[in-house]
Nanobody
C-alpha cells in the first residue's frame, strides 16, 4: 500500500506561480509512475501531468503544456508540479496519484490540495 500526501496549494493571482508537492510513503518501490490530476467544481477530474518513476519521461495535458512542469526528487518518493503563468481556469482541487504498471489505471490517490487563481 502506498500513501500520498499533497501540499503547496493556495491562492494566487493570475500570472503567478505555485509549486505543489506530493510525498509518497509505504511500498513506494512498486510505483511505476506518478501523476497529477485536477477537478474543478461541477467538472470531471482531468489529467494534468505524469512522470515515469524510472525513466523520468513526462506527459502533459495540452492545457498546461509550456506552463506546468512535473519533476521528481532524487529519492523518487516526492513528485512536484511547478505551475507558472497560472490562469483562473486552473482553479481546482489538485490530486496526486500513483500507478503500478504501464497498463494500469492510477490506483492510489492523495487527499488533494486546493489551488485558487484570482483574476
Amino acid at each position: 500500500q502506498v500513501q500520498l500526501v499533497e501540499s503547496g496549494g493556495g491562492l494566487v493571482q493570475a500570472g503567478g506561480s505555485l509549486r505543489l508537492s506530493c510525498a509518497a510513503s509505504g511500498r513506494t518501490f512498486s510505483i511505476y509512475a506518478m501523476g497529477w490530476f485536477r477537478q474543478a467544481p461541477g467538472k470531471e477530474r482531468e489529467f494534468v501531468a505524469s512522470i515515469n518513476r524510472n525513466t523520468r519521461s513526462t506527459s502533459y495535458a495540452d492545457s498546461v503544456k509550456g506552463r506546468f512542469t512535473i519533476s521528481m526528487g532524487n529519492a523518487k518518493n516526492t513528485v512536484y508540479l511547478q505551475m507558472n503563468s497560472l490562469k483562473p481556469e486552473d482553479t481546482a482541487a489538485y490530486y496526486c496519484a500513483a500507478r503500478y504498471s504501464s497498463g494500469a489505471d492510477f490506483g492510489s490517490w492523495g487527499q488533494g490540495t486546493q489551488v485558487t487563481v484570482s483574476s
